[in-house]
């Protein structure tokens, strides 16, 4: 189900690599399942930086609300305007048309501290056995 | 008509729906252009319609007067009628604040009276009554605290610590007083996790506020040694007082090692919730902390009563006094009860909720199976396993005639269902409401999805939450600008 | 003797205790420990209803009503005209037995109600969005600043200095709790901090007249600012509402609007502000939604602002305000209507101007400022006005509110459409015998 080239976040997030040292940041299926129906997004404005794993923008949906960390530092350069206008897309498409946000890499190194597909999948396994005690 | 049309939509021009006076005076120059509005777009009816509208609003709405409203934490208790015919007298209703002191002393010896009763039901020493709303009242505590320890010189202390069961409310108000909350856990029985308070409880933490007994509806047992513990260790306790329906009478806070409390008159001392206040949050503290009250309190001489500022009060609340119409009908409610009364008060509401627990606990997953206070929270995790989610069991209730109890708090505890009936319900709604739990639980078995499409008997049916957020419509408009 | 409160008897509570299995109701106290039960509580013995109700109507007797007295006292509470239906709705007991409106599907009443309290607020001052309600109008502006500092990320805050004095108070109050410094400005704005975040300016002002408040958006704006004012609600049926001049928040105190003074509580913070923060505005918002019918309906929206959500990060602690008084607010708005809310503001405006005009042709007195007043004004008088002020009371008026602490000699004087020309006229004579050679 996890994107097998993306990288993965303790806190749900995930990194798309693209050429030239940029990335496409999202939340995951399983973030989008346990926060329900999104229906606002506060992402960084462009030309800000982030820093890996601090606070960066929000998601809410009706009854929850839910702080977004970056992945990795680094510049955005650009946000995902259709997810401003329709924030169901989050839910619908979390891996594709609803990303978030795309960053310039300041230290790609950073990727190496992130989980892979493979070891996100354990992670999520084992958080689903323990919510179903 | 009725509900299904808005105010614009009765609206017709040239409709009023009260008569006015003619100018009996000579008209004077009016102010310069600039300063006047040009149109002024507001709907226009008949008294007639007004009424019609606002009454079949009204027959909308589920109240404590339509029936059994079990909101844990709430203390739905009956509204005694005699309480509002007393806050509509005019020695009440029609007097200024501002008035001269000797004119308004009846009002002042209500609340000075009132000041002292709430103080010794909590079994503290100074009570102000500015607060009105219980977060209004915490956000005093809060401020109290602040004012306490920055008068010692303690520097440190920027932390405050909340169970993780706790209203909303508590860290909320410590945030806007520049603390930072940090949570403690409970145990297994439910009371708070000794060794974790323990290891949390440095010179980082300036307050401990726990809700007495807990949003679980269970009294800890080891409170005089978190009281203990917390002042040893330079700490003050705040109690959280929403739940002080099941120790009216019987029990005093200051007993318990509290420093300060917030007590809540809409809940525990009957005023009316009015769909969302108006409330009133009165705190009442010990000795040590009566200096840094809200301003004003009412003191006593020999002239009569008059105002006065605490020498080191943390300021005003409100631009008066507080919220004196509601502080009437607590006024009446506690002269009508006396000390006696109000043990009954929390003897039958605890008793209520015990009744409660024991029938149903066969039928819902009771996941502190112990005594409870004055309410019992439930698990829809029985349920659950089968596909019927807590908000289901809720909806269907109200095919039954009751309004649910609160759901999904606390937090700690999954599928939650907080039931609080209070003392005022009877053996029979009690038993009724049983019956409908009862048969909704036959139904979680046999019939789910008559639960997943509840409710069925209702004007509306499952609002759609999520599109009210993602397209907020939250006003009507009139006229061209607006 | 049985509480007519308390339903259940002896019969009841033994049927009960021997389905919970215990001996008696003491035995449900277990947890607490002993020595901390059943202690003594000194309070006064109860009383039946028929002796209560005679005692309290004796107490409220001892304070002076303003059914009795004739009026000239404001200062941000004001005896206005509540038309007979007000009451009678919010008497209902749907209305106001019910608790917040959690339950959508059985709060109808609640929250529609509460839409078009919202929608009444906007057309009344101009602005795109409001809230349910705070707890009153001072709370209001303290909230406001709060979320001035949030949206504009800084943490200062200017208040006009002719701002209601227990108001500056107040907001003192919430912005000490975030260490967040107040800089009082005067009104021609001269020093005003190019680090605020707002602008806390009323208009009218505490003394009841208007400023110039293009110069405020502007200075305010100019800096980055937020402007906040407070109005006098009474006031829109007649003066230019602060959305028309580009205030960024409008609170204010709905006491006015339908609601008996009641020493000065309940009231109701009337908030609204512009669409654009409508994501840090404090306090309930209803929104408007269907069902799965397609039926319209009502709901609590936004809630991830909340306490109950977001916890410690939450725009403000607020949980129940005073939605019966904004109920009230609401019928007094849709009962008078466009015509009738004008014509109660140019009965206030004239028969201010009346008694203003009178008053500053007695020897003696004189109207101290030059602007544009809308009920309220100050003179100047020719002897203190505390002792004026007994001698009104003791011909049953309550004169106005004694400025001396800031204006030597000076009164603040209202006037509403509640006050006769004979009551006026009265007033004025009384004044003019305190001129002294």
Known sequence: MNPKEYKYTQEHEWICSEPENKGKVGITDYAQSQLGDVVFVDLPPPGSQVEQLKKMGEIESVKAVSDLFAPVSGRVLEINQAVINEPALVNQDPYGDGWLVRLELSNSSELDALMDSDKYDEFVSRLNEEGSE | MGHHYLLPDISRPDRIGCSLPRLDVPPSELPPEELLRQELYLPELSEV???????????????????????????????????EDIA??????????????????????LMFELQQYLAEITGMNATSLAPMAGAHGELASILLVKAYHHTRGDKLLKKILVPDSSHGTNPATAAMCGFEVDTVPSDNEGNVDLNSLESMMN???????????????????????ISRLVHERGGLLCGDGANLNSLLGKVKFGDLGIDCVQVNLHKTFSTPHGGGGPGSGPICVKTNLAQFLPSPLVTKNDKGYTFTTPPKSIGRLGASYGNFGVMVKAYAYIRTLGAEGLKEVSENSVLNANYLKEKLKGYYHLPYDRTCMHEVVFSGKKQKAKGVKTLDIAKRLLDYGFHPPTIYFPLVVNEALMTEPTETESKETLDAYIDAMKQIAREADENPEILHTAPHNTPVRRLDEVRAARQPDLRWRMGKHY | MPSPY????????????????????????????????????????????????????????????????????????YRHFIPSVVGHIISRSEFYTAYTPYQAEVSQGTLQSIYEFQSLV???????????GMYDGSTAAAEAALMACRVTKRDKVAVMSTIHPKYYEVVETYAKGHSIPLEKVESNLDGLPSDCACLIVPQPNFFGYFGNMEACVQKAHDIGALLIVIVDPISLGMFKPPGDYGADIVVAEGQALGNPISFGGPGVGIFACRKEYLRQMPGRIVGKTVDVAGQTGYVLTLVTREQHIRRERATSNICTSEALVALATTVYLATLGKRGLRKVAELCYHKAHYAADAISKLKGYSLVFPQPFFKEFVVHCPAKPHLINNTLFQESIIGGLDLSYILDNSMLLCVTEMNTKEEIDRLVEILGTFYRN
């Open chain 3, 6 to 77: 308390l339903p259940n008897t002896d019969t009841d509570r033994t049927a009960m205790l021997r389905e919970i299995g215990v001996d008696s109701i003491e035995e449900l106290f277990q947890d607490i420990p002993r020595e901390f039960r059943n202690v003594q509580f000194k309070l006064p013995p109860p009383l039946s209803e028929l002796e209560l109700k005679e005692e309290l109507r004796q107490l409220s007797n001892r304070n002076t009503n303003l059914e009795d007295y004739a009026c000239f006292l404001g200062a941000g509470y």
């Open chain 2, 49 to 83: 319609d007004v009424v019609r509208y606002f009454i079949a609003l009204s027959k909308l709405n589920y109240g404590v007067d339509t029936g059994f409203y079990p909101l844990g934490s709430c203390t739905m208790k009956y509204n005694p009628r005699l309480h």
């Open chain 2, 88 to 109: 509509q007298l005019p020695g009440f209703a029609s007097i200024h604040p501002y008035q001269p002191a000797k004119s308004v002393q009846g009002a002042l010896q």
């Open chain 2, 203 to 225: 010179e980082e933490v300036a307050a401990v506020t726990l809700t007495i007994p807990n949003t679980l509806g269970l009294f800890d047992p080891q409170i005089a040694e």
């Open chain 3, 122 to 132: 906007c057309q009344l001052t101009g602005m795109e969005v409001s809230n349910a």
